[in-house]
């Protein structure tokens, strides 16, 4: 495989440059322009609007523009009971809604002071994990298909249905379950599903052998990946970058091994990837390794899966103890949390969303100047977004 | 702490002292990083900490928590509105609420505080495993207070979003804009007064929603 480099790349349009100059035996002049990307743009998953300040071909300055999207769900939990805000709060990150619920559920059981049963927890973490593989196939298929491959895009939908099938077995509902209670979940698992669970897993698991060797292994996507958008560790922490997006920088650091919530993510055996350089390959790789050991994980959640209720015993009508609290787990893009004030009333007095992608994003000035245009696209396909995780 | 089965009970009250250990050193050590700065800090066992410090004191306290706990990720940054809300449980379907209570005192929370407005920011240290809030009033005739920019560089997107939902100044900021609002948008939305439109104009139906069966009586 004859991947190539990004110097060598600047090297090879430089001693073009340097060709066509003598050629024309003119001095080239550059003019500053300014590239408007979106907000309707394929590569920006919804709404994300770029405004790039370009000379010649690279970038001089580049800077997201969003709120297209906002719906104010900070303002809007003020006012809404705590079992209420699960119905908003799905829709931030919208491929893996269920994983939005769990941290919210999880800080309102820390005020108070409730527990999920075992049984809860580990059918919490499955579906979490189910959410993850929904999320991040599509992130597989999209980034391949912009950079110009239009078939892992039609496999990812196509694959993606037999989580999202299973999920809506479970919960009723393909994209927006709200299926999460303080103290446990709604219902049990269905008859049959465990078992479907896992062919499904199965099927996961080749999607994931298929992509390693039709994306990974392709060397366009390579030449266009390697070395573009390096994010070096520190730089990452310091803006807050979480996910797969700081593994692939080397940092290894998974709020699902790390984290202290109630999840039974410490009862079965399973490793953290991560990717020593920080560019946009490593990005996809480490998700696409990360969708792989998801489907170990469902495997051996259900394999031990503990009998027991799935509810503790909580008030009907929920009032949450006066206090503060902050739960965050490792969601498909990063590290989501929540932090709320309750005053002991039926609404939570403030809400405040950590959502992944808004500081994954906040990098973008930094990381895109200097890059080339068509590299525009690699960099923030590869730091993966969803719109309403930025926007909420 | 996750405990599922017995057997693990002793290692997780063991790691859990041991983290709250580590809470009160961390405590400790910002206290003596900040000096006059440091006001005073809650922790809660097995939860989580919190530190409150002077308004002038807020970057040394973020540089502090970098540099000598270790703290390099920039979890996340806001503000709390203490005010309680000046339209009361109006919102409220009058059917849940029959008697509108009564607007509480102001009561800040953890950490204590004085003013209305206080910051917030979380910082996450990736070695420990463990996060640290610290908050910062703010003093009612200035909101204002120094940008973090210098010592996170994630600071410059949430101050920003701080900034137009509360109104609150961060000084040497070097690009104060709107982040998600419109340009010409009047207000701060986060604002406890700042009043939620749709529930003046149509109030939440609450159990008045149900729509009723046939033959059934109303309520």
Same mark, same amino acid.
């Given at each position: ?392 | ?8 009970? @002793?290692?997780? &009250? #063991? *790691?859990?002292?041991? /983290? ?12 003596? $990083? ?21 308004? @002038?004191?807020? &970057? #040394? *306290?973020?540089?502090? /928590? ?12 806001? $503000? ?30 953890? /950490? ?108």
């Amino acid at each position: 495989m004859t991947a190539v480099g990004a110097d060598q790349r600047q090297q090879m349009a430089y001693v073009a440059t340097q060709a066509a100059d003598a050629r024309l035996n003119v001095e080239v002049e550059t003019e500053g322009m300014t590239l408007n990307i979106g907000p309707q743009h394929p590569a920006t998953h919804g709404t994300l609007r770029l405004v790039a300040r370009l000379d010649g071909e690279q970038v001089v300055e580049a800077e997201p523009i969003m709120g297209y999207m906002h719906r104010g769900y900070e303002k809007l939990a003020e006012v809404r009971t705590y079992p209420q805000v699960t119905t908003l709060i799905n829709r931030i990150d919208w491929l893996g809604s269920f994983a939005n619920e769990v941290p919210f559920i999880l800080a309102a059981e820390k005020l108070m002071e409730v527990e999920a049963p075992p049984r809860a927890q580990w059918i919490r973490t499955a579906l979490f994990e189910l959410s993850r593989i929904a999320n991040i196939t599509l992130f597989l298929g999209d980034m391949a298909v912009q950079l110009g491959a239009l078939t892992p895009v039609f496999m990812a939908f196509r694959d993606r249905e037999f989580v999202l099938n299973q999920i809506e077995a479970v919960t009723g509902g393909r994209f927006h379950p709200n299926f999460d209670r303080i103290g446990g979940l709604k219902d049990d698992l269905p008859q049959g599903w465990i078992n479907d669970t896992k062919q499904a897993m199965e099927k996961i698991r080749d999607f994931c052998d298929e992509f390693e060797e039709l994306v990974l292994g392709n060397e366009i996507f390579e030449a266009r990946s390697r070395g573009i958008g390096i994010v070096p560790p520190e730089v990452g922490l310091s803006y807050g970058l979480s996910g797969a997006n700081i593994r692939a920088s080397g940092v290894d650091w998974d709020l699902r091994r790390d984290g202290h919530e109630a999840l039974a993510y410490d009862q079965v055996d399973w490793k953290v990837w991560t990717h020593p350089d920080g560019d946009s390959f490593a990005r996809y790789w480490v998700r696409l390794q990360e969708t792989r050991e998801a489907t170990h994980i469902v495997d051996q959640l259900l394999d031990g899966l503990p009998s027991g209720p799935i509810m503790a015993k909580v008030p009907r009508i929920i009032k949450v103890p006066a206090g503060e609290a902050y739960a965050a787990t490792e969601n498909p893009l990063g590290e989501m949390g929540y932090y709320i004030v309750s005053k002991g009333d039926l609404v939570p007095f403030r809400v405040k969303i950590r959502s992944a992608s808004f500081s994954n994003i906040s990098i973008t000035p930094w990381l895109l100047k200097g890059v080339y245009v068509p590299d525009i696209i690699t960099i923030l396909a590869s730091l993966y977004f969803i719109l309403g995780d930025i926007d909420r | 702490m996750t405990q599922l089965s017995s057997t693990d009970t @002793d290692a997780t &009250t #063991d *790691a859990g002292a041991q /983290a709250d250990e580590l809470r009160e050193a961390w405590a400790a050590r910002l206290a003596d $990083a900040l000096g006059d700065g440091y006001v005073e800090h809650h922790i809660i066992p097995g939860g989580d900490l919190w530190v409150r410090v002077t308004r @002038d004191s807020w &970057t #040394d *306290a973020a540089t502090a /928590a970098r540099d000598q706990l270790g703290c390099q990720f920039f979890d996340w940054l806001s $503000a709390i509105d203490w005010l309680p809300s000046p339209y009361g449980r109006d919102m409220d379907a009058q059917e849940d609420n029959p008697q509108p209570k009564a607007a509480d005192p102001m009561e800040q929370g953890h /950490a204590g505080g004085q003013t209305r407005f206080q910051m917030v920011v979380r910082l996450y240290s990736i070695t420990e495993h463990m996060g640290v809030t610290i908050k910062a009033d703010l003093p009612k005739d200035d909101l204002s207070i120094d940008t973090l920019i210098q010592v996170y560089a994630g600071a410059d997107w949430h101050e920003r979003e701080a900034w137009e939902m509360f109104g609150i100044h961060f000084n040497s900021h070097p690009d104060l804009r709107h982040i998600y609002l419109p340009g010409e948008f009047e207000g701060n939305p986060l604002r406890k007064d700042f009043p939620l439109l749709a529930r003046r104009v149509k109030p939440w139906p609450g159990i008045v929603d149900v729509e009723l069966f046939p033959g059934e009586e109303g309520p």
